[in-house]
């Protein structure tokens, strides 16, 4: 199919995208189009006009310091990902990032875009709301920075308002003595997964553990994150501990039966990715206290 018409502006500034935005309402907001050209293809999403924003250069920074990332809504995931720098502060993108579609997408498909699409299957929307990240929303009227946590409401929908360009997010810096681990299972590599785990595991410095948190994607209908740090309250990691982890995160899931798995393989796929994404992520963690790479 093709798509039905529309307008098409593309503005080289910000300030200039955002007002054409205001007058705009049913517009929509073209950065990588990895999600919004198929849609508009496939006429389920019929916008009066398409804001080309790949023209705006400052949508276009990566900074990175020591205490954290921060990638503008031009950011390509390729790019991302091939930041030493980004990878060295805060691994999980890495991670993640190298199981995202394939390596034509990454090319074109940006970062942020793939979080504000909201998709619970996709990788870096669980990425954002594990590491408490943020996503910086502009508009006529202003900016204002909104936490991952208050971002996904619901499938395939943010908390961003009408007329609200997201301009760019922010991951803080892996934490001394932490460690993140990710895993996920497609049919296919480059598919999206059946079921995906995040995790990242804290200790002290001693190494007993003292936070553990796993985030998942493709099993409930928006990105989840579950704190389990409680079945380590001794400090201890063991096996037993794990397996707990896992059976405690899957009192606060609610898997979704589709076309690709039903609920209960879905359960079963978290509960053994959930030991091996926590497994992953304390290994990464002995590895930086002791300079050994995992």
């Given at each position: 199919?093709?798509?039905?018409?529309?307008?098409?502006?593309?503005?080289?500034?910000?300030?200039?995208?955002?007002?054409?935005?205001?007058g705009?309402?049913?517009?929509?907001?073209?950065?990588?189009?990895q999600s919004?050209?198929?849609?508009?293809?496939?006429r389920?999403?019929?916008?009066?006009?398409?804001?080309?924003?790949?023209?705006?250069?400052e949508l276009d920074?990566?900074?990175?310091?020591?205490?954290g990332?921060?990638?503008?809504?031009n950011?390509?995931?390729?790019?991302?990902?091939?930041?030493?720098?980004?990878?060295?502060?805060?691994?999980?993108?890495?991670k993640?990032?190298?199981?995202?579609?394939?390596?034509?997408?990454?090319?074109?498909?940006?970062?942020?875009?793939s979080?504000v699409?909201?998709?619970?299957?996709?990788?870096?929307?669980?990425?954002?709301?594990?590491l408490?990240g943020?996503?910086?929303?502009?508009?006529?009227?202003?900016?204002?920075?909104?936490?991952?946590?208050?971002?996904?409401v619901?499938?395939l929908?943010?908390?961003?308002?009408?007329?609200?360009?997201?301009?760019?997010?922010?991951?803080?810096?892996?934490?001394?003595?932490?460690?993140?681990?990710?895993?996920?299972?497609?049919r296919?590599?480059?598919?999206?997964?059946?079921?995906?785990?995040?995790?990242?595991?804290?200790?002290?410095h001693?190494?007993?553990?003292?936070?553990?948190?796993?985030g998942?994607?493709?099993?409930?209908d928006?990105?989840?994150?579950?704190?389990?740090?409680?079945?380590?309250?001794?400090?201890?990691f063991?096996?037993?501990?794990?397996?707990?982890?896992a059976?405690l995160a899957?009192?606060s899931?609610?898997?979704?039966?589709?076309?690709?798995?039903?609920?209960?393989?879905r359960?079963?796929?978290?509960?053994?990715?959930?030991?091996r994404?926590?497994?992953e992520?304390?290994d990464?963690?002995?590895?930086?206290?002791?300079?050994?790479?995992?």
């Amino acid at each position: 199919m093709k798509p039905a018409p529309f307008s098409y502006r593309r503005p080289t500034t910000l300030d200039e995208a955002l007002t054409t935005y205001a007058g705009e309402p049913d517009a929509k907001v073209l950065a990588g189009g990895q999600s919004l050209i198929p849609l508009l293809s496939m006429r389920l999403a019929a916008p009066s006009m398409l804001i080309d924003i790949n023209g705006i250069a400052e949508l276009d920074r990566l900074e990175v310091d020591a205490a954290g990332v921060r990638f503008g809504a031009n950011v390509r995931h390729a790019r991302l990902l091939a930041d030493v720098d980004a990878g060295r502060v805060q691994p999980l993108l890495a991670k993640a990032l190298g199981y995202v579609a394939h390596p034509t997408i990454r090319n074109r498909g940006t970062t942020l875009g793939s979080i504000v699409h909201a998709d619970a299957s996709a990788e870096m929307p669980v990425v954002l709301a594990l590491l408490d990240g943020t996503v910086t929303a502009a508009s006529a009227a202003g900016t204002r920075t909104i936490s991952a946590r208050e971002l996904f409401v619901g499938p395939l929908e943010t908390s961003l308002r009408p007329g609200e360009i997201a301009t760019d997010a922010y991951v803080p810096a892996l934490a001394a003595n932490t460690g993140v681990g990710f895993t996920e299972i497609a049919r296919r590599h480059g598919d999206y997964a059946l079921c995906g785990v995040a995790a990242l595991v804290a200790t002290d410095h001693t190494g007993a553990i003292t936070a553990v948190r796993t985030g998942y994607l493709s099993v409930c209908d928006t990105p989840t994150v579950v704190d389990v740090s409680e079945v380590f309250m001794d400090g201890s990691f063991t096996d037993r501990a794990v397996d707990d982890a896992a059976e405690l995160a899957l009192g606060s899931l609610e898997p979704e039966t589709d076309i690709h798995a039903s609920a209960d393989y879905r359960r079963q796929l978290a509960r053994v990715l959930t030991t091996r994404a926590v497994r992953e992520a304390h290994d990464d963690c002995l590895a930086r206290r002791t300079g050994v790479s995992a």
